[in-house]
């Protein structure tokens, strides 16, 4: 499926200061030396970096230029290493309708998953899948694979995955602070053990977390913030809960339960236990299409993101993102 809402290679484009002071390598993703101011005479269009104001004033411009917008955004398989340290990532989301994080209104992803719910990816959605699971990936990878030490018990055990305090996928996605005590509340009240999972950025300092500090105030609940990866974390995993964070959709790719306290944009298509209150009860109605998590991991994996090679910044398809990031993670003794 061709990804005809893309700009056209070549399309001179602007962004804010900020995106073209932090994010340089973002030019290579649209076959361009470098992206322009957004005031920039000649312009063919703009591109927006995450939710805050300069982004909305950036989409406002371009709006009173008469010039189309595209939203970015890191892809669900990033690189070895983490944004915040400036590691270059292998893939972007490119997305001409909206953010996929943002339950208000459909986004090119949420009407790729819908379609894909009656096409043949399948089979398409399976071999990512395979091989996601068979390489233990996820979104950073920057963490080694070994077995989490967490205490002993013949219970079910549930994890609640933190999130960055401030992150706009939070209210984006229809939660708040309150979605976080409303998850902890009802994990407590199961007969389940109740394991918390610390934010990577939070792990490494960068930032603060919504549920780590409360979680380590309630008794019984056990707060993990070992650096262990994802794939690792799940295998001792019985169900995942999140308000929306990614780690719900690593979940599913590997079969597991989840539940989900707000609309991430694998919520609502009745693959998740949707727990949903407020502005994400929208995505109920909108969302009705029922693909198979096959087919929506072909719409999040192959048919939406871009990917290039960060080594010279070759377009490159899933596959090829995928054994060069398991490579990378050999070749730094973290398998």
Same mark, same amino acid.
């Given at each position: 499926?061709?990804?005809?809402?893309?700009?056209?290679? %070549?399309?001179?484009?602007?962004?804010?200061?900020?995106?073209?002071?932090?994010?340089?390598?973002?030019?290579?993703?649209?076959?361009?030396?470098?992206?322009?101011?957004?005031?920039?005479?000649?312009?063919?269009?703009?591109?927006?970096?995450?939710?805050?104001?300069?982004?909305?004033?950036?989409?406002?411009?371009?709006? +009173?230029?008469?010039?189309?917008?595209?939203?970015?955004?890191?892809?669900?398989?990033?690189?070895?290493?983490?944004?915040?340290?400036?590691?270059?990532?292998?893939?972007?989301?490119?997305?001409?309708?909206?953010?996929?994080?943002?339950?208000?209104?459909?986004?090119?992803?949420?009407?790729?998953?819908?379609?894909?719910?009656?096409?043949?990816?399948?089979?398409?959605?399976?071999?990512?899948?395979? /091989?996601?699971?068979?390489?233990?990936?996820?979104?950073?990878?920057?963490?080694?694979?070994?077995?989490?030490?967490?205490?002993?018990?013949?219970?079910?055990? $549930?994890?609640?995955?933190?999130?960055?305090?401030?992150? $706009?996928? $939070?209210?984006?996605?229809?939660?708040?602070?309150?979605?976080?005590?409303?998850?902890?509340?009802? /994990?407590?009240?199961?007969?389940?053990?109740?394991?918390?999972?610390?934010?990577?950025?939070?792990?490494?300092?960068?930032?603060? %977390?919504? +549920?780590?500090?409360?979680?380590?105030?309630?008794?019984?609940?056990?707060?993990?913030?070992?650096?262990?990866?994802?794939?690792?974390?799940? =295998?001792?995993?019985?169900?995942?809960?999140?308000?929306?964070?990614?780690?719900?959709?690593?979940?599913?790719?590997? %079969?597991?339960? $989840?539940?989900?306290?707000?609309?991430?944009?694998?919520?609502?298509?009745?693959?998740?236990?949707?727990?949903? =209150?407020?502005?994400?009860?929208?995505? /109920?109605?909108?969302?009705?299409?029922?693909?198979?998590?096959?087919?929506?991991?072909?719409? /999040?994996?192959?048919?939406?993101?871009?990917?290039?090679?960060?080594?010279?910044?070759?377009?490159?398809?899933?596959?090829?993102?995928?054994?060069?990031?398991?490579?990378?993670?050999?070749?730094?003794?973290?398998?």
């Amino acid at each position: 499926m061709d990804k005809d809402w893309l700009p056209q290679p %070549g399309t001179r484009l602007g962004a804010t200061f900020y995106v073209r002071r932090s994010q340089p390598w973002l030019s290579h993703y649209f076959g361009i030396d470098r992206l322009d101011a957004t005031l920039a005479p000649g312009i063919g269009g703009v591109v927006l970096w995450g939710g805050r104001i300069p982004a909305k004033t950036a989409r406002a411009i371009a709006k +009173l230029r008469g010039l189309p917008s595209w939203y970015l955004e890191d892809g669900f398989l990033r690189s070895v290493g983490l944004g915040k340290e400036n590691t270059l990532p292998i893939s972007i989301q490119i997305d001409d309708l909206g953010m996929p994080v943002d339950a208000s209104r459909p986004s090119r992803l949420e009407v790729l998953i819908a379609a894909s719910a009656g096409m043949n990816f399948g089979g398409l959605g399976s071999e990512i899948r395979a /091989a996601l699971i068979r390489e233990k990936l996820s979104k950073y990878n920057n963490l080694p694979h070994r077995s989490p030490k967490l205490e002993a018990t013949t219970r079910r055990r $549930v994890l609640l995955v933190d999130q960055v305090y401030g992150d $706009v996928s $939070v209210p984006m996605a229809g939660g708040s602070a309150a979605s976080f005590e409303r998850m902890l509340q009802d /994990a407590v009240a199961s007969d389940m053990q109740c394991v918390v999972r610390t934010h990577p950025d939070v792990m490494a300092g960068f930032r603060k %977390g919504y +549920l780590t500090e409360q979680a380590r105030r309630t008794p019984g609940v056990v707060v993990t913030a070992e650096p262990v990866s994802v794939a690792s974390m799940l =295998e001792v995993i019985d169900e995942v809960w999140t308000v929306s964070s990614q780690m719900g959709l690593d979940a599913l790719i590997r %079969g597991t339960p $989840v539940r989900c306290y707000a609309a991430p944009s694998y919520a609502g298509w009745g693959l998740t236990d949707d727990h949903f =209150e407020g502005k994400s009860r929208v995505v /109920a109605r909108r969302r009705r299409a029922r693909p198979s998590i096959d087919q929506l991991v072909a719409a /999040a994996f192959s048919l939406y993101p871009c990917y290039r090679d960060t080594n010279g910044w070759r377009e490159i398809d899933v596959f090829t993102a995928i054994e060069t990031l398991a490579a990378e993670r050999r070749q730094m003794n973290l398998d």
